[in-house]
C-alpha cells in the first residue's frame, strides 16, 4: 500500500462511563495520518460525554451512531467491558457498516473494550484491513494489526487472539503521542536535571466522574507542602464535578488553577515538577517528558499499566488520594524526594521517546 492516498475509519466511544482515552488517542493517529493526505471519519456513539463535536473541530468527518435506548442483556461469551456499548454487538456493527456506506475503507481502526472478534468479523466487508487498539488482552480479535502500547506488552501475551498472520505492535515504544510531547522532550528532560518541587500538576482524566480530583485536592489541603508551591488541575469540559473542584481550588491554602480542555499539555508538563494523576493514557505524555508521577489506580482495567511503570520505577502506583499524598508528604519530611524525583524522571523518560505515532504509521502504510 506505500504511496497510496489511505482512507481511515475509526470506531471509538467516549461518555462519562467510559472517559476520553480512547477517542483522544484515535485523534491523535488520524492527526498524523491527515498529516500525510489521509481522509479520516470517526463512528461514534451519540452518548453523554461524547466527543463528536471536538472531533469535528479537529477537522474530521463524524458519523454518529444512534443514542443507545434501554440496557441490553450481556450474553455468554461477552467481554467483560460489553455494557459500554450500550447496545448488543451485532447491531452495533450493523450500525457501522450502514455508516461507512457502500465504498470500502483501507483501514478500519477500532479502539473499544466491548467489541471482539464477532463484531470484526462483521464488518470485514466494510473494510480493506482492520486494526484494534487494546490495552487488555483479554478477547479474540480479528485483525491485521493490533497495537497494545503498555510498558512491558509482549506479541505473545496475544498469541492465542489473533490469527496467525497479524502484525503485533507492543509496547510503549508505540505508545501514540503528539507531536509536540517529541518536540518539547529535550527541555523537559534538561529541567529535571535539578528537581524541586514548585509546581504540582493534578490530572485525573478527561471525564472523572467519581470526583478523585476532589479527593487529591483535599489531601492536598491537609498537608505540609513547601509554602511557595503551586497546584495546577487539568479537567475536560464535559466533567461532572467541574464546579465543585472549581470551588474547591479556591479555597485551597495553596495557590490553585484549574485548567479546562486545555490544548498545551505538553508545554504544561514540560513546566510541572510532579504529577498526581490517573494511570491511564496520559501516562505515556508523562512519560515522554519525564515528568515524575504517583499513578491513582481508578478503575481494575488501569491497574497492570500502574504496576507496570512502579516496577520499572517510572512511576509510583497507589490505590488512593490519601495514599499518594501520604507518600509526597513522606519524602518531603525525609529530605528524600529530590533523588525520588531524579529516579522517576530517568526511569519515566526510558520508557516512551514520543515517536509512537511514526511507528505505527510506518506499519500501516507499509502494511501488505
Known amino acids: 500500500m506505500s504511496g497510496e492516498r489511505l482512507r481511515v475509519a475509526f470506531r471509538a466511544d467516549a461518555s462519562i462511563e467510559i472517559g476520553t482515552g480512547h477517542v483522544m488517542r484515535c485523534l491523535t493517529l488520524a ?15 451519540a452518548m453523554a460525554g461524547d466527543l463528536l463535536a471536538d472531533i469535528a473541530s479537529r477537522g474530521h468527518a463524524t458519523r454518529a451512531l444512534p443514542a443507545a435506548g434501554s440496557p441490553v442483556a450481556r450474553e455468554e461469551g461477552d467481554p467483560a467491558h460489553a455494557h459500554w456499548l450500550g447496545v448488543d454487538w451485532a447491531r452495533d456493527a450493523q450500525e457501522t457498516r450502514e455508516a461507512l456506506g457502500a465504498e470500502s475503507v483501507d483501514w478500519l481502526v477500532v479502539d473499544h473494550y466491548a467489541l471482539d472478534r464477532r463484531w470484526e468479523e462483521a464488518v470485514r466487508p466494510s473494510c480493506r484491513r482492520l486494526m484494534v487498539i487494546d490495552d ?10 493490533l497495537l497494545d502500547q503498555t510498558a512491558g506488552r509482549l506479541p505473545q501475551d496475544y498469541a492465542a487472539l489473533v490469527p496467525a498472520g497479524a502484525k503485533m505492535l507492543a509496547g510503549a515504544r508505540y505508545a501514540l503521542l503528539r507531536p509536540d510531547f517529541a518536540a ?7 529541567r529535571r536535571r535539578q528537581p524541586r518541587l514548585g509546581r504540582l500538576l493534578v490530572t485525573m482524566g478527561g471525564v472523572d466522574k467519581d470526583d478523585a480530583t ?6 492536598l489541603d491537609a498537608c505540609a507542602l513547601p509554602p511557595d508551591m503551586q497546584i495546577t488541575v487539568v479537567m475536560g469540559p464535559q466533567a461532572p464535578w ?7 481550588a479556591a479555597r485551597m491554602r495553596h495557590a490553585t488553577q484549574v485548567r479546562v480542555g486545555v490544548s498545551d ?3 504544561l508538563m514540560t513546566d510541572s515538577d510532579l504529577a498526581i494523576g490517573a494511570a491511564g493514557s496520559t501516562s505515556w505524555e508523562r512519560c515522554a517528558l519525564g515528568l515524575p508521577s504517583i499513578l491513582l489506580v481508578l478503575a481494575e482495567n488501569q491497574r497492570s499499566l500502574a504496576e507496570g511503570l512502579h516496577r520499572q520505577v517510572a512511576a509510583i502506583a497507589v490505590s488512593s488520594a490519601g495514599e499518594a499524598v501520604a507518600f509526597m508528604e513522606q519524602h518531603l519530611r525525609g529530605g528524600t524526594l529530590v533523588g525520588l524525583l531524579q529516579r522517576l524522571s530517568a526511569g519515566a523518560a526510558g520508557v516512551v521517546d514520543g515517536h509512537g505515532v511514526s511507528r505505527v504509521l510506518h506499519d500501516m502504510t507499509h502494511h501488505g
Open 31 to 45: 492527526d498524523a495520518l491527515r498529516r500525510q493526505g489521509t481522509d479520516c471519519v470517526f463512528i461514534c456513539r
Open 136 to 145: 487488555l488482552a483479554d478477547r479474540r480479535h480479528d485483525c491485521e494489526l
Open 184 to 190: 518539547l522532550r529535550p527541555e523537559s528532560l534538561a
Open 214 to 219: 476532589g479527593r487529591v485536592l483535599a489531601a
Open 242 to 248: 467541574l464546579a465543585q473542584v472549581e470551588a474547591r
Open 265 to 267: 499539555m505538553a508545554r
